[in-house]
Nanobody, 122 residues
């Protein structure tokens, strides 16, 4: 059964950091590209960052460049999103997702987690 489970969300002050983790079942992880998305109230879900199976290629939304870092541990089926210098506008539910092979910035992913809330206070 394919499953993605996010953790690590919470409340943080502006300028602070959070580290999100996504633990995946083998079916949803092996040879799959992993992506992080977010959705704020009243807004569409948007791409944050992605990483291919080998970890040798990553992609970031413009707002994430220089502040967020995506990485993966293929031995543990975990993908992480390190978020630094957080801003109130980063407040959203963050989702982990996976799809075969390549990163795309649309929501065309096969598997999704349930999401974890990130709230950044000013």
């Amino acid at each position: 059964q394919a499953q993605l489970v996010e953790s690590g969300g919470g409340l943080v002050q502006a300028g602070g950091s959070l580290r999100l983790s996504c633990t995946a079942s083998e079916r949803a992880f092996s040879k799959y590209a992993m992506g992080w998305f977010r959705q704020a109230p009243g807004k569409e879900r948007e791409f944050v960052a992605g990483i291919i199976w080998t970890g040798t290629m990553t992609s970031y939304a413009d707002f994430a460049k220089g502040r967020f870092t995506i990485s993966r541990d293929n031995a543990k089926n975990i993908v992480t999103l390190q978020m630094n210098s957080l801003k109130p506008e980063d407040t959203a539910v963050y989702y982990c997702a996976s799809r075969p092979w390549s990163i795309v910035t649309t929501t065309d992913y096969d598997y999704w987690g349930q999401g974890t809330q990130v709230t950044v206070s000013s």
